[in-house]
């Protein structure tokens, strides 16, 4: 036991003779739920969790345990039980991610199904509950490996994170000295990726005075700069106009082309269906669907498929009285 979760002593599993015995399971079989291991000390003491004692559990300082984790070096992200707790809610749900290299990538789930969370904990930015991740086959949890990651890595994050007090280009200058890049392929670069995005029209304008659509242009554009092996896009396509649109999936599909890794969330399935070529669907925190997009289409619409594997139909939504009367 785990001197943090006396409290819940009733409800936790002990281990006898190397075998897990669940409380709720009679105190006879193996618990059938994901097996946790605290840091409270080595030997490590093992837990099984249920959801009626989700609270049990500490908000951070575990490793999921599940056997070996064999790392694929064909896999740009491999996770194994990735899960993700805020207090006693599960954001993310023992998820296993399999993104093979050369892929672009679809991440889809409804509002709060976890997407952000997801990918928050695979660029860094959020440490996981549990669980275990590779990123282009090296473990970020290793200082070392976690800094090789990240100079092979591009992130456009939801909420951009710009320095909107600096230019595109002084914006774009930093991000490439961040990188260790010389000068003269930071100029070089710069000039190609404003001049590709529309950007290089007026070189005095900061940030804060940018179109949202430009400013989506813009993180897409420092993302690329280092020219990463892999690329993570929290939903680029909200709010950008229909021109800002197409230049953003025409960039990313000569990213992929070249054999590079995009790993793309959205809620935009047109712009799913047209680009990515695998899909994996996040619904209440669980990975419902994960597969190749025409094996997940069988001949129907991506929506038709999203809309089935994460519970939802027509027949189950709400009308509004007040226009069902005018009919």
């Given at each position: 036991y785990g001197p943090r979760a006396s409290a819940q002593r009733a409800f936790?599993?002990?281990?006898?003779?190397?075998?897990?015995?669940?409380?709720?399971?009679?105190?006879?079989?193996?618990?059938?739920?994901?097996?946790?291991?605290?840091?409270?000390?080595?030997?490590?003491?093992?837990?099984?969790?249920?959801?009626?004692?989700?609270?049990?559990?500490?908000?951070?300082?575990?490793?999921?345990?599940?056997?070996?984790?064999?790392?694929?070096?064909?896999?740009?992200?491999?996770?194994?039980?990735?899960?993700?707790?805020?207090?006693?809610?599960?954001a993310v749900d023992a998820i296993d991610l399999h993104v093979a290299c050369g892929t672009f990538y679809g991440f889809l789930g409804p509002n709060g199904a976890g997407k952000s969370t997801t990918i928050k904990m695979l660029t860094g930015l959020l440490e996981p509950s549990a669980g275990r991740i590779r990123i282009l086959g090296l473990n970020p949890t290793i200082p070392e490996q976690s800094l090789a990651i990240k100079r092979r890595i591009g992130v456009v994050p939801e909420d951009l994170a710009l320095f909107e007090n600096l230019t595109a280009t002084e914006y774009l200058i930093f991000v490439g000295r961040m990188f260790l890049l010389d000068r003269d392929t930071i100029r070089q670069r710069s000039q190609e990726l404003l001049s590709m995005m529309r950007l290089d029209t007026d070189e005095k304008k900061l940030t804060l005075e940018f179109s949202h659509?430009?400013?989506?242009?813009?993180?897409?554009?420092?993302?690329?700069?280092?020219?990463?092996?892999?690329?993570?896009?929290?939903?680029?396509?909200?709010?950008?106009?229909?021109?800002t649109s197409?230049?953003?999936?025409?960039?990313?599909?000569?990213?992929?082309?070249?054999?590079?890794?995009?790993?793309?969330?959205?809620?935009?399935?047109?712009?799913?269906?047209?680009?990515?070529?695998?899909?994996?669907?996040?619904?209440?925190?669980?990975?419902?669907?994960?597969?190749?997009?025409?094996?997940?289409?069988?001949?129907?619409?991506?929506?038709?498929?999203?809309?089935?594997?994460?519970?939802?139909?027509?027949?189950?939504?709400?009308?509004l009285s007040w226009l069902e009367d005018r009919q």
């Open positions: 936790l599993c002990k281990r006898v003779n190397g075998v897990i015995h669940c409380p709720q399971a009679n105190g006879q079989s193996e618990c059938r739920q994901r097996r946790y291991q605290l840091n409270f000390g080595r030997p490590r003491a093992i837990i099984a969790t249920h959801s009626q004692r989700q609270a049990s559990l500490p908000e951070s300082g575990l490793d999921l345990i599940q056997g070996n984790f064999w790392v694929n070096d064909e896999l740009a992200i491999q996770t194994q039980q990735l899960t993700r707790f805020f207090g006693q809610q599960c659509g430009m400013k989506k242009k813009l993180a897409l554009a420092a993302a690329l700069l280092p020219n990463p092996d892999l690329l993570f896009l929290d939903e680029p396509f909200e709010g950008v106009d229909a021109v197409r230049v953003l999936r025409e960039t990313l599909t000569d990213f992929v082309s070249r054999g590079s890794t995009v790993f793309l969330t959205s809620h935009v399935l047109e712009i799913v269906e047209r680009l990515c070529s695998h899909v994996g669907i996040i619904s209440e925190g669980k990975l419902v669907e994960q597969s190749s997009l025409e094996e997940l289409r069988q001949g129907s619409s991506l929506e038709q498929r999203f809309l089935e594997k994460v519970g939802r139909s027509d027949d189950l939504m709400q009308k």
